[in-house]
């Protein structure tokens, strides 16, 4: 055991060394998403390039273990840590009113992309792989199911890296993405249902194939419901424990079961993740918890990029390279059409259905469920597993660049996107006479509203903002120079003003005690109250 968990220590620290390296080089350098260094990185120290060549008297680093998955039991169940961190992440930063009101469309999107790249990619099997003769074959089912899932995994972390997560393509490309998922696993069971009959020459039990499929499906929906309706509420009672890196550690802990929970019930561990992040994410302390959550995904997240690179086998995509190519085409060109095509229909335009279509194109740790159990089924052979780790690898490389470059210019739908209704908004406004003054009173606002239970983050962008939030009151805080602005709804400004004036008043006993030091009076209570009185009503 000492020996393995050395080992262990040993590959971890190689692993984050050269992917940190690798995906900083690919980012500042190649200007390209951080994810596809540290899927190169895992290529090439992996154990079919570097990690095969063996150290002296120790062996091969990253010596190939026999079965579908490459690497040691250890180093996979860090990468799949990594993998929860990343969805119960990209859950937390998803914006869940957008992410409900295009969740229609993303079932357009995501039925779209499951059906043309099924069709496509089992029909191409069958043309141009002589030893298949129909659909209904073993291979075809499987390499047509091998095309319909989605990476949910590196898409959410390029959409993370561009910050596009909360956009109406990212919401829809996320949301499309599990679903996709969903299917594709549920479309597996259907798939290992018929050709295990197909091979025995038996018939197909239908009734247990559905109940397997009602099953994960069910167990998503409720989950989904259950868990929106419930964060809310299991945030309250966290608040109580007055530490939030224990909310933030115990929101975890819920991610991690959901995800066991999701595997039990025939899903993948990360769609679980990502219901538990989407859950808190409108909840007060969603910026807390993920203010936390990233610091450890900063290390897991490249361990599992990484591993995923690793379990690229070269030779084994050799022996089938021109129908491979061929495949990785056909199922490029299954999810761009068959994703951004229905896009269309439902309110974005060309610009938005490129997006869309290039945020379906990555394929990850689904593809290779699906490829890993074909091949323990002895429904596909090794050359048809090469031929989905090739299709893994060059959507994985392709796909980040295209989605990056994708989303410059305009918005991709085509509708003008409907603001909240602001009738009910109104924003206070207080003129100090330096920015050092206004920056003194901007942060003594901030600690005011913490010491009433508030949650305050910081708001990117080219004006200093910060969001002031406590479960459904929420207010915007702005500092423009010398001024300062706060805005929130109507209903709570008797409350705002009651607490700027307090701040105020502590503001002007430190200057009246700077007085009695016999120092400059810096501003007087006349004026105080004069910046107090002044407000306008905000239409944004």
Same mark, same amino acid.
């Given at each position: 055991m000492?020996?393995?968990?050395?080992?262990?220590a040993l590959?971890l620290?190689?692993?984050l060394?050269?992917?940190?390296?690798?995906?900083w080089?690919?980012?500042?350098?190649?200007h390209?998403? $951080?994810?596809?260094?540290?899927? =190169?990185?895992?290529?090439?120290?992996g154990?079919?390039?570097?990690?095969?060549?063996?150290?002296?008297?120790f062996?091969?680093?990253?010596?190939?273990?026999?079965g579908?998955?490459?690497?040691?039991?250890e180093?996979?169940?860090?990468?799949?840590?990594?993998?929860?961190?990343?969805?119960?992440?990209?859950?937390?930063e998803t914006?869940?009113p957008?992410?409900?009101?295009?969740?229609?469309?993303?079932?357009v999107?995501?039925l779209?992309?499951?059906?043309?790249?099924f069709?496509?990619?089992?029909? =191409?099997?069958?043309?141009?792989?002589?030893?298949?003769?129909?659909?209904?074959?073993?291979?075809? +089912? *499987?390499?047509g199911t091998?095309?319909?899932?989605?990476?949910?995994?590196i898409?959410a972390?390029? +959409?993370?890296?561009?910050?596009?997560?909360s956009?109406p393509?990212g919401?829809?490309?996320?949301?499309? #993405?599990v679903l996709?998922?969903?299917?594709?696993?549920?479309?597996?069971?259907v798939?290992?249902?018929?050709?295990?009959?197909?091979?025995?020459?038996g018939?197909?039990?239908?009734?247990?194939?559905?109940?397997v499929?009602?099953?994960?499906?069910?167990?998503? #929906?409720?989950c989904?419901?259950v868990?929106?309706m419930v964060a809310?509420?299991?945030?309250?009672?966290?608040?109580?424990?007055?530490s939030?890196s224990?909310?933030?550690?115990?929101?975890f802990?819920?991610a991690l079961l959901?995800?066991?929970l999701?595997?039990?019930?025939g899903?993948?561990?990360?769609i679980?993740?990502?219901?538990?992040?989407?859950?808190?994410s409108q909840?007060?302390?969603?910026a807390?918890?993920?203010?936390?959550i990233?610091?450890?995904?900063?290390y897991?997240?490249?361990?599992?990029?990484?591993?995923?690179?690793?379990?690229?086998?070269?030779?084994?995509i050799?022996?089938?390279?021109g *129908?491979?190519?061929?495949?990785?085409?056909?199922?490029?060109?299954?999810?761009l059409?068959?994703?951004?095509?229905?896009s269309?229909?439902?309110?974005?335009?060309?610009?938005?259905?490129?997006?869309i279509?290039a945020?379906?194109l990555?394929?990850?740790?689904?593809?290779?469920?699906v490829?890993?159990i074909?091949l323990?089924?002895?429904?596909?052979?090794?050359?048809?597993?090469g031929?989905a780790?090739?299709?893994?690898?060059?959507a994985?490389?392709?796909?980040?660049?295209?989605?990056v470059?994708s989303?410059?210019?305009?918005?991709?739908?085509?509708? $003008?996107?409907s603001?909240?209704?602001?009738?009910?908004?109104?924003?206070?406004?207080?003129?100090?006479?330096?920015?050092r003054a206004?920056?003194?009173l901007?942060?003594?606002?901030?600690?005011?509203?913490r010491?009433?239970?508030?949650? =305050?983050?910081?708001?990117?962008g080219?004006v200093?903002?910060?969001?002031?939030?406590k479960?459904?009151?929420v207010?915007?805080l702005?500092?423009?120079g010398?001024?300062?602005?706060?805005?929130g $709804?109507?209903?709570?400004?008797?409350? =705002?003003?009651?607490?700027?004036l307090?701040?105020?008043?502590?503001?002007?006993?430190f200057?009246d005690?700077l007085?009695?030091m016999?120092?400059?009076?810096?501003m007087?209570?006349g004026?105080?109250?004069?910046?107090? #009185?002044?407000?306008?009503?905000?239409d944004?």
């Amino acid at each position: 055991m000492a020996h393995e968990m050395m080992v262990l220590a040993l590959q971890l620290g190689v692993i984050l060394v050269m992917a940190k390296i690798s995906g900083w080089f690919f980012s500042t350098k190649l200007h390209q998403p $951080k994810v596809l260094g540290e899927l =190169v990185a895992g290529m090439i120290i992996g154990p079919y390039v570097l990690g095969a060549i063996p150290l002296g008297s120790f062996g091969p680093l990253f010596p190939p273990v026999a079965g579908t998955i490459p690497v040691s039991p250890e180093l996979y169940g860090i990468a799949t840590i990594g993998s929860i961190l990343l969805l119960f992440s990209s859950g937390l930063e998803t914006d869940l009113p957008t992410f409900l009101r295009f969740s229609g469309k993303a079932s357009v999107v995501g039925l779209g992309g499951v059906i043309i790249s099924f069709f496509l990619g089992s029909t =191409v099997t069958v043309l141009l792989h002589p030893s298949v003769h129909s659909i209904m074959d073993p291979e075809a +089912l *499987f390499l047509g199911t091998i095309c319909t899932a989605t990476s949910i995994g590196i898409t959410a972390r390029i +959409l993370g890296e561009t910050k596009k997560i909360s956009s109406p393509e990212g919401v829809t490309i996320l949301a499309a #993405a599990v679903l996709d998922d969903v299917i594709s696993i549920v479309l597996l069971s259907v798939v290992v249902g018929i050709s295990s009959v197909e091979m025995s020459g038996g018939s197909v039990a239908w009734s247990g194939i559905g109940s397997v499929a009602l099953k994960a499906v069910g167990f998503w #929906a409720i989950c989904m419901v259950v868990g929106i309706m419930v964060a809310p509420h299991l945030t309250k009672w966290m608040k109580q424990l007055e530490s939030l890196s224990v909310i933030a550690e115990i929101s975890f802990g819920i991610a991690l079961l959901l995800a066991g929970l999701s595997e039990m019930a025939g899903l993948a561990m990360i769609i679980g993740a990502y219901i538990t992040g989407l859950s808190f994410s409108q909840t007060d302390v969603s910026a807390e918890i993920t203010e936390r959550i990233k610091g450890v995904g900063d290390y897991f997240i490249p361990v599992f990029f990484a591993v995923m690179g690793m379990m690229v086998d070269f030779s084994a995509i050799s022996s089938v390279l021109g *129908f491979g190519l061929l495949f990785s085409l056909i199922a490029f060109v299954g999810k761009l059409a068959g994703c951004g095509l229905p896009s269309l229909f439902v309110g974005f335009n060309w610009r938005g259905a490129l997006r869309i279509g290039a945020g379906m194109l990555p394929r990850g740790e689904v593809t290779l469920i699906v490829a890993g159990i074909g091949l323990a089924s002895g429904a596909i052979g090794p050359d048809m597993f090469g031929v989905a780790v090739m299709t893994m690898l060059l959507a994985s490389v392709a796909a980040p660049p295209l989605l990056v470059k994708s989303f410059s210019g305009g918005s991709g739908y085509r509708k $003008k996107i409907s603001e909240p209704a602001t009738a009910d908004m109104v924003t206070l406004e207080l003129e100090f006479p330096s920015e050092r003054a206004a920056e003194f009173l901007r942060k003594s606002f901030s600690d005011a509203f913490r010491s009433e239970g508030f949650f =305050v983050r910081t708001i990117e962008g080219s004006v200093r903002s910060w969001q002031i939030r406590k479960e459904e009151m929420v207010f915007i805080l702005r500092r423009k120079g010398s001024l300062i602005e706060v805005s929130g $709804k109507q209903e709570y400004e008797a409350f =705002v003003r009651l607490l700027l004036l307090e701040t105020l008043v502590d503001f002007q006993e430190f200057v009246d005690s700077l007085k009695s030091m016999e120092q400059p009076d810096m501003m007087g209570a006349g004026l105080l109250m004069n910046m107090f #009185a002044r407000n306008q009503q905000s239409d944004s």
